[in-house]
Structures are given as C-alpha cells and as structure tokens.
C-alpha cells in the first residue's frame, strides 16, 4: 500500500480543503435547477398557499434584512428620500398575496407605473437608467441608485432620446440567494405580515441589529445592475 504523507497545513491539503466544497457547490448546481426555475415551475397560487400556512414571518423578516438579498438596500420600511422601490409596509392600494410571491420571482412581469424604468440618452452622449422622481416643463429627475448622489435632475433641452423600458430596476433572479423554497415561503409570509400590520408589523418583525448582521450598513450605495455601474452621471 502506498501512504502517501501529507503534513496538515501543506499546501496540498490545503488547496483541497478550499476546492472540495467549491466543487461539490459546482456539482449541486449542474446536477438541479436553480431554485428560482423551481418556484417558477409552480403555480403562483400554491407558493402564495404555502406562505400563509407554512411560512414564519420572523425568519421572512431576517431574510429580507439580511445584506445577502439585500431588499432593503431598496425598499426601506420607512420612507427615506433615497429609497429606490416602494415601501412594503405601507401600501397605496390593495395587493394580494398571489401578487407577493409573483413580485418577487417576476419582478418585470407587472411594474407599478411610478417605478417605470426609464433609459435617457443626453445630448453629450451619457446614457441614464433608472426611476422617475419628477418632471416639470424644464427638467426630469432621474434615479439611478440607491445612493443620494445617484438622484440626478437633466434639463429637458439636453434630453435626445428618451424611452421607457420593460425591465423593472427589481433585479430578477435574487431568490437564488435562498437556499431552499422554505426560504422563499419565509420571505412571502414576510410581505403578507407587513403588508397586512403596516408599519407596526415592519417594526416589531425588524431584526435587531447586532452581530447577525455583520458589515451590513444600511447607507451603503449598492451598484446592482451591473450595466448601471458603467453608466457616467454627471452629478449636479
Ligand atoms: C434595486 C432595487 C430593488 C431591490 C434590491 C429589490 N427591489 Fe423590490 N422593487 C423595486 C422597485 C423599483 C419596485 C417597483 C417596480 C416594480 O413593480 O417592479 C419593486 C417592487 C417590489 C414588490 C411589488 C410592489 C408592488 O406594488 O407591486 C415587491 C413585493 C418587492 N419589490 C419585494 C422585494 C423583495 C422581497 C426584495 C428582496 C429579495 C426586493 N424587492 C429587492 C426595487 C428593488
């Protein structure tokens, strides 16, 4: 038998002991599809049941909170001038549940009319992406971020084209940071809970902030298109 003697700490085992989880990660991944195509595979109605029945709004409420989903870089639960989507916890109209879970998996398949996305192109040649704030007969004000300088106003004269998009700036594909569906019927729960409690519920569910939250800093701008990141903005 050949003993092959590898001193703990060599770089050999060490180089195996950071690939081994990466590539059962890869496997798992190849092997199944993503947790997203999953819940896409069925019918909203049965997620949105799930939610209600099996859901735990307390674990929902850490989900959301937490920097991996990142919600609430967008949608705080109190109004604040930078907030990027909508706050859940106080609604302007009716939504249902079946809405919730469809919102979250298909964020483009239904926009809200006040978070249309718009794409400008200047007549310098910047291209902008993002929300509308205002408009009056002069200038449009535009969102592209989350951070208080990505709130940029243009004059209308240096508008050259301009059009709105069918993408919603609600990245789709985020419920493949959750590990399993369970996750995802937390999360739901999560909006019923909000969406039903108001801003009461939003505050007694809030986790507390504290070392389950490490690094996370809720000023912190975050670039999450990709594309958006490339965009120049003049910042006035
Ligand atoms: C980049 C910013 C951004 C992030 C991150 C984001 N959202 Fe959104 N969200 C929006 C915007 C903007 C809208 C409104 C436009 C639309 O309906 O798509 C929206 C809409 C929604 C709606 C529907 C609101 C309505 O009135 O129809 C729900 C529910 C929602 N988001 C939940 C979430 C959850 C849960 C997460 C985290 C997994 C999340 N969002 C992450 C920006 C974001």
């Avoid at 003993?3 to 195996?16: D, K, M, N, Y």
């Avoid at 819940?39 to 909203?44: D, K, M, R, T, Y």
């Avoid at 709105?164 to 990245?171: G, I, Y």
């Avoid at 809970?193 to 519920?201: H, N, P, Q």
Wanted: aromatic fraction near 4%.
């Amino acid at each position: 038998m050949t003993r092959v003697l590898v001193r703990p700490g060599s770089s050999i085992v060490t180089a195996f002991l950071i690939t081994a989880p990466l590539i059962c990660v890869a496997t798992a991944n190849a092997q199944g599809p993503s947790l997203e195509q999953q819940l896409l595979s069925e019918p909203v109605q049965d997620l949105a049941a799930d939610a209600r029945e099996k859901g735990d709004a307390t674990r929902g409420a850490f989900l959301f909170h937490s920097p991996g989903l990142g919600c609430v870089k967008c949608h705080g639960t109190s109004p604040s001038e930078t907030s990027f989507g909508p706050d859940l916890a106080s609604w302007k109209k009716t939504v249902d549940d079946n809405h919730l879970a469809e919102s979250v998996l298909q964020p483009s398949k239904k926009i809200d009319p006040q978070y249309q996305s718009l794409m400008v192109v200047t007549s310098d040649g910047r291209t902008l992406a993002g929300v509308q704030r205002a408009r009056d007969q002069k200038s449009l004000t535009i969102q592209t971020g989350v951070g208080k300088t990505d709130i940029v106003s243009i004059s209308l004269d240096d508008i050259e084209f301009e059009k709105q998009t069918e993408v919603s700036v609600m990245p789709a594909g985020q419920v493949n940071a959750l590990r399993r569906r369970q996750e995802f019927l937390d999360l739901i729960s999560y909006l019923i809970a909000i969406r039903d409690g108001g801003s009461e519920a939003a505050d007694r569910l809030r986790p507390s902030a504290g070392p389950e939250r490490p690094g996370w800093s809720g000023a912190r701008p975050a670039r999450i298109r990709p594309e958006w990141g490339t965009v120049p903005t003049r910042r006035q």
